[in-house]
């Protein structure tokens, strides 16, 4: 497979493809959902909400930190996760943007 590019595309358009990218993903979704439900978490509290592995999980949770939509702190033996909310902001931005556009556009 050839290389993705990505040096062609805005620093934004890579961020958002990223983000995009970890979103991509029911488990992850289901992730941030929780999350939002209890505001932060334990990765095992997490296991026991999805029908997932252990492994699984802390490989979704992963995914979801290295994009930015979660953060977590070290607590004990375990992380506490919780919505990064810079990232969400970013996101909020970026669709508000193509919301207001495709309001204003007047298109076939």
């Given at each position: 497979?050839?290389?993705?590019?990505?040096?062609?595309?805005?620093?934004?358009?890579n961020q958002i493809a990223?983000?995009?990218?970890?979103l991509g993903h029911p488990a992850?979704?289901?992730?941030?959902?929780h999350l939002m439900k209890v505001n932060e978490c334990i990765?095992?509290?997490?296991?026991?909400?999805l029908p997932l592995a252990q492994p699984t999980v802390s490989q979704h949770l992963k995914?979801?930190?290295n994009a930015?939509?979660?953060k977590g702190s070290i607590d004990g033996n375990s992380i506490c996760y919780c919505i990064d909310?810079?990232?969400?902001?970013?996101?909020?931005?970026y669709f508000s943007k193509i919301i207001q556009t495709v309001?204003?556009?007047?298109c076939c």
């Open positions: 497979m050839g290389a993705s590019k990505t040096e062609h595309f805005t620093d934004q358009q990223t983000i995009a990218k970890a992850r979704i289901a992730i941030i959902e990765c095992g509290d997490i296991v026991n909400e995914e979801l930190k930015g939509l979660i909310e810079k990232t969400f902001e970013i996101l909020n931005t309001s204003e556009a007047k």
